[in-house]
């Protein structure tokens, strides 16, 4: 599945801009191909990466085929001295329908996680269920 070929809107930009508290983090579009892109930005202490990709279920007798679209964000921090190299990643998958456009399901997900001040990421992390 050629996700840019099936008549939807244009291709993500060639860089990204991803938004932190100390400030914004320019991700150039450094692989891109038929079924998602991976963008990138370095520093000399951290690796963020940005990957999406596009694939499709099977149908089968009782289901349509459903579109796939996986958005996956990595920071990476470098070792430095006796502190080991390590990374925080966070991914999402949305699957629906090919002509179903809707993201009120996104939109819900992540007014949850950001909602009070995060409180509820935070609460998953700790371990909450």
Known sequence: MKYFEKGKSS???DSLVMVFGGGNKT??????????SLFR????TELYTLR??????????????YERHNVEFIM???AAGAVPESYRK???VIEQLASDSNVTVVDAL???????ANANTIKVIGGEG
């Open 52 to 65: 999406v990709r596009h694939s499709a279920t099977k149908a089968t007798a009782d289901k349509p085929s």
């Open 27 to 36: 991700l150039v579009r450094v692989s891109p191909d038929g079924n998602g």
């Open 11 to 13: 291709m993500l930009a």
């Open 90 to 92: 966070v991914y999402v």
């Open 76 to 78: 990476t921090t470098f």
């Open 41 to 44: 930005f370095r520093s000399a």
């Open 110 to 116: 992540a007014e949850w996680l950001r909602n009070t």
